[in-house]
């Protein structure tokens, strides 16, 4: 069982729309969790960070996480094309500094 | 937030040749972390290197094939030797970004993408 897996996708969403990206994790003592982007040919970009159950806003984009379940979202609202791109879930494993990526999920806002 | 430089941006090498990847970060930190995006894969982690200290590495990764220099708190080596077109990947230097009220992260170098032939 990998650690942190997500839908590859491709996950297409009409611009405007809401894109939902999923990913869940097994170790069950993580406690911090990142989403970031990565256009291609490009280095990772953070977008957010979450470390406590529920949600958390910044702009666009809003993070869910949900201990009990091992889950953790990214919600994309009014996705435009430059949302296009390669989004990688990450977590940082107990009793450790570093992190775990999921496989990513390609997205395509369609314009 | 810490700005990492990393050099080269891309090279192409000959098979059992070795090739030294740069990281020079703008602020100290502690640890630097070393990852490998293989074509159209995700990020595996290859070790973490503390100032000081013999580098960490993960399952699967030895310090014969990949050995870590770590002078200093803002400067890091990571050598690919010994390289077989296998090796071709984009290797990716990290450092945690400062710690603030509104949480922390990671930031990447701009990567290394190596071809070997």
Do not use: H
């Not at chain 1, 960070?49 to 919600?75: C, H, M, P, W």
């Not at chain 1, 009793?95 to 990526?101: D, K, P, S, V």
């Not at chain 2, 040749?17 to 995006?37: A, K, N």
């Not at chain 2, 990020?43 to 770590?70: C, H, M, W």
């Amino acid at each position: 069982q990998k650690e942190v897996e997500q839908n590859s996708g491709p996950l297409s969403v009409p611009e405007g729309a809401i894109a939902s990206l999923n990913c869940t994790y097994s170790d069950r003592g993580s406690q911090s969790f990142f989403w970031y982007r990565q256009y291609s040919g490009k280095s990772p970009e953070l977008i957010m960070s979450i470390y406590s159950n529920g949600d958390k806003e910044d702009g666009r984009f809003t993070a869910q996480l949900n201990k009990a379940s091992q889950y953790v979202s990214l919600l994309i609202r009014d996705s435009q094309p430059s949302d296009s791109a390669t989004y990688l879930c990450a977590v940082e494993s107990t009793g450790r500094r570093a992190l775990t990526f999921g496989s990513g999920t390609r997205l395509q806002v369609q314009p | 937030s810490a700005v990492i430089s990393q050099k080269p941006s891309r090279d192409i090498c000959q098979r059992g040749t070795s090739l030294t990847i740069q990281c020079q970060v703008d602020s100290q930190v502690t640890m630097m972390f070393w990852y490998r995006q293989q074509p159209g894969q995700s990020l595996t982690l290859i070790a973490t290197a503390n100032q000081g200290s013999e580098a960490t590495y993960e399952s699967g990764f030895v310090i014969d094939k990949f050995p870590i220099s770590r002078p200093n708190l803002t400067f890091s080596t990571l050598t690919v030797s010994n390289m077989s077109p296998e090796d071709s990947s984009i290797y990716l230097c990290s450092v945690e970004l400062s710690r603030n009220r509104e949480g922390y992260g990671y930031t990447f170098g701009s990567g290394t993408r190596l071809t070997v032939v």
